[in-house]
């Protein structure tokens, strides 16, 4: 080795001793991240956690119907007298376990489907066409009808609000593999006799997650909208359970004379929604130049 | 030029720029002072990171201010100081007085405006001349730019031009507005010999008729030798060197410029011995690759990328495919690596014909022929490690994971790096670093065939004379056959026993490179001999 190339190796030695900050410190130190992250983990706190704090959110009590806020009952009560602080606690579990439950499934089964279409090129138009039809169906209408058919449970919403998710990631995976296939590290895997299975998992798999991060933020974001405007239209979970669309659609009638029944939970909706895309847009101005400087 | 004008175009003295914290070193460049006079072309040399381009881009007011600040020296354009000037000021003389050509003249011309139309602007912004004036004006630059039918050309958009061609526009948008002072930052490097021969002589032509001083950034000493009236070498930011063409092409004093002289590979091949005739390790017959849109009820446009090649590469001896871009020698090595397939004809490997065998046959056969590709940024996965990359074809083929390792550590000795460096990732390495590591990986699956494409392309041209000597070496200490595709002439003359020029497709010669570099035959090959840049200036004797 000639003289010159061992200086550049020790000035890459010194070069590399700087490395890049961890994931974890750039989330930190992005604000929107940090606050978004509060916001919604103050949120997941009050869902898992709230419940054993309050009184019975299905107990009714005729005696104290339709009372606006006050110490004793903080979001005043309903037509039924029944705890309105209660039931939006309450409705917090099923909005973020639907958000999460949509966001996971949806992703999992997109990258699955993604991965196939972008890499197996004779399954590519058969997935796609079928990803097409899929997005041409209403996302409210598709629920209406598979819960009428099979009943409204917390899965049939789940499944409901899902099937539509799926084409929008279905297409960031596929464009994302579309590029990276190309790439020479790819080339010299195949050269280098790497089957399939691995070519996906080792060198595809790992750039699609920080869009898939991302993208997963804007589906729990929007399920979590979907599943309050099926309760609303009764269409969404069954009444007896209490969630934040059925709370405002109870409360409905009852708007002119006690707004307090839909106010709580709608300004609840809106702060969790408004976390997730907090949250969802600071992942994306940090993980994408990330994905643009590494690659 | 032999009578220069006393006073000088640009004159840059002690020009420092700071470069933002955290960067690897403290300034872009330093102290640089150097001059440009009317009617003299000056070429800026140097190697990626020498900070040849910040200083062509200071001059243009056209640096991130955030990110790079000149802190002392002046800049004097036509004896205006260029650092005092305002943001309007120096738009205002970006175009009238200097202007610049970038490298890559699709990037630098807007797609979807016609290309007269983006000359004209130039025109409404910096003059007032009436609508017909203008268009005038316009088809007048593009005649003196020798375009084609500048009429019908001033209606074309940048896609239906060569590459040639647009950089003939960029070049006539630059000149529109007769600026004393042409800043060209590698106006050749993106396009092909042949028509780089001919922007060339452009520039020169151009610059003669006008008058004008032209700042020319290059990383190539060909072109110097062909353009250069004076030439300036930096080295990381710092001037290391100027003079005339002839003083420091012939008698270069600083070890660097040397070196980088040194470092240019001689047109002439060497004498090699002949060679033995050997096992043949490859041989292709026939091989078409043809590219069509079929379409549904339409006859598609069908594009023959590779037709009927023919070619036999023997153990210990390299094969060189040359040709331009477009001209299918990329297809034709991928078509053997099997990245694609090819649409007809034979390739033999081991007795066994691999053109369109099934995956699951083919894969016994994948390990003997191996390639490394020209981009080394792009050629390793980044999220793993060098030596994840390299243990991942022997580990395919069943060998385990501590003798893949053995084998990995061998293979950074053999390519010269430390055998500790398997645990770091690909961006803690240089791009000839890189590239060694690519042809580590190659090496580790103990391949017959080696085929490089365009492997040393993208490297300057010290560490690109490294690559090649590792490159030779391992062909020979693991007699293998090698195929060598490139579209420079000067790395093939001192690195393939055979060459084989392909053009549209189709192989138009072949011979001992020797023979072909003394004597085409076919024209093509006679015209890129021609064209190539520098050819009567022998760089190798400082080496």
Redesign the interface.
Same mark, same amino acid.
């Given at each position: 080795m000639s003289n010159l190339d061992q200086e550049t190796l020790m000035a890459d030695a010194v070069l590399s001793q700087k490395e890049d900050p961890s994931l974890l410190t750039v989330m930190v130190r992005n604000r929107a991240i940090f606050w978004g992250g509060i916001l919604l983990s103050l949120f997941a706190l009050i869902a898992i956690f709230g419940p054993f704090f309050t009184v019975d959110p299905v107990a009714l009590s005729p005696m104290t119907r339709l009372r606006p806020p006050s110490a004793a009952i903080w979001f005043g009560s309903d037509f039924l007298g029944r705890d309105v602080f209660a039931r939006v606690i309450y409705g917090a579990r099923i909005s973020l376990v639907v958000g999460l439950a949509v966001a996971v499934i949806s992703v999992i089964i997109g990258l699955f489907l993604g991965l196939v279409a972008g890499y197996v090129r004779p399954l590519d138009a058969v997935i796609m066409r079928t990803m097409d039809g899929l997005m041409s169906i209403p996302a409210i209408l598709l629920a209406i009808a598979l819960i009428s058919l099979s009943g409204a449970t917390l899965g049939t919403v789940i499944i409901a609000i899902m099937i539509p998710e799926i084409p929008r990631v279905v297409r960031l995976v596929r464009a994302v593999v579309l590029t990276v296939r190309e790439e020479p590290y790819v080339e010299a895997a195949i050269a280098a006799g790497t089957r399939l299975p691995m070519i996906l998992s080792r060198h595809i798999l790992p750039n699609t997650i920080a869009p898939l991060i991302v993208q997963a933020t804007y589906v729990c974001a929007s399920a979590m909208l979907t599943e309050s405007i099926l309760g609303f239209l009764g269409a969404g979970i069954p009444p007896e359970i209490p969630s934040w669309g059925n709370i405002m659609s109870e409360g409905r009638t009852y708007f002119q004379i006690s707004p307090w029944i839909i106010f709580f939970p709608g300004v609840a909706l809106a702060l969790t929604v408004l976390a997730v895309n907090i949250v969802g847009d600071g992942l994306r101005d940090t993980l994408d130049p990330r994905i643009a400087r590494k690659m | 030029m032999s009578v220069q004008d006393s006073k000088p175009v640009l004159e840059i003295t002690g020009l420092t720029v700071r470069l933002p914290e955290?960067a +690897?070193r403290e300034f872009a460049i330093e102290d640089v002072s150097l001059s440009v006079a009317r009617g003299e072309v000056v070429c800026v040399v140097g190697e990626s990171g020498s900070g040849k381009s910040v200083t062509a881009f200071t001059v243009m007011g056209l640096i991130p201010k955030k990110d790079l600040v000149p802190v002392a020296g002046s800049i004097l354009l036509q004896g205006e100081d260029l650092l005092k000037k305002s943001d309007r000021q120096m738009r205002a003389l970006r175009g009238e007085k200097m202007a610049m050509v970038f490298q890559e003249p699709m990037t630098a011309l807007n797609p979807v405006i016609k290309v007269g139309d983006q000359i004209a602007e130039l025109l409404e912004i910096h003059t007032n001349m009436s609508g017909s004036a203008r268009k005038k004006r316009v088809i007048e630059a593009m005649d003196d730019v020798s375009l084609p039918d500048p009429k019908t050309m001033y209606n074309s958009y940048p896609h239906q031009l060569s590459g040639g061609q647009r950089q003939r526009i960029m070049i006539a948008m630059a000149l529109a507005l007769e600026p004393g002072l042409l800043i060209a930052d590698e106006p050749t490097t993106a396009l092909d010999v042949t028509t780089q021969a001919e922007v060339l002589a452009l520039i020169k032509d151009i610059q003669r008729r006008h008058g004008m001083g032209v700042m020319f950034i290059t990383h190539d000493f060909g072109v110097v030798a062909d353009i250069a009236d004076r030439v300036v070498v930096m080295q990381n930011g710092k001037v290391v060197e100027q003079g005339s063409r002839d003083e420091i092409l012939r008698n270069p004093t600083h070890p660097y410029t040397k070196?980088l002289i040194g470092s240019v590979p001689s047109l002439t091949p060497p004498d090699r011995p002949e060679p033995e005739v050997a096992e043949i390790a490859l041989e292709a017959h026939h091989l078409n690759k043809t590219y069509g849109s079929r379409g549904f009820l339409t006859k598609g446009r069908v594009v023959h990328a590779a037709q009927d090649v023919e070619l036999i590469v023997r153990r210990g001896e390299t094969l060189g495919v040359v040709g331009e871009s477009g001209s299918g020698k990329s297809t034709v090595a991928r078509c053997i690596?099997r990245?694609i397939d090819p649409t007809s004809g034979d390739i033999t490997i081991d007795g066994a014909n691999i053109a369109t065998m099934p995956e699951r046959e083919l894969?016994p056969y994948?390990?003997e022929?191996?390639?490394v590709?020209? +981009?080394p940024y792009?050629?390793?996965?980044?999220?793993?490690t060098v030596g994840q990359?390299i243990v991942?074809?022997p580990m395919?083929?069943g060998l385990g994971a501590a003798e893949a390792l053995a084998r990995a550590e061998e293979l950074m000795r053999v390519v010269?790096?430390?055998p500790e460096a398997l645990d770091?990732f690909p961006?803690?390495?240089?791009g000839?670093?890189r590239q060694r590591i690519?042809i580590a990986?190659?090496l580790a699956?103990e391949p017959k065939v080696l085929i490089a494409d365009e492997a040393v392309s993208a490297l300057d041209v010290?560490v690109q004379s490294?690559v090649l000597r590792l490159l030779h070496d391992v062909r020979e200490r693991f007699d293998l056959a090698m195929l060598f595709i490139t579209h420079d002439l000067r790395v093939a003359a001192q690195i393939c026993d055979r060459i084989m020029v392909m053009q549209h497709g189709v192989v138009v010669e072949e011979g001992r490179t020797a023979e072909v570099y003394a004597n085409p035959q076919h024209p093509y090959t006679q015209s890129l001999l021609a064209a190539a840049p520098g050819r009567e200036m022998d760089f190798a004797q400082f080496a």
């Open positions: - | 955290g +690897d070196m690596v990245l894969r994948r390990k022929i191996q390639i590709f020209q +981009d792009r050629s390793l996965n980044p999220r793993r990359s991942e074809g395919n083929y010269g790096l430390a770091r961006h803690q390495f240089s000839g670093q690519c990986r190659a699956m010290s490294q």
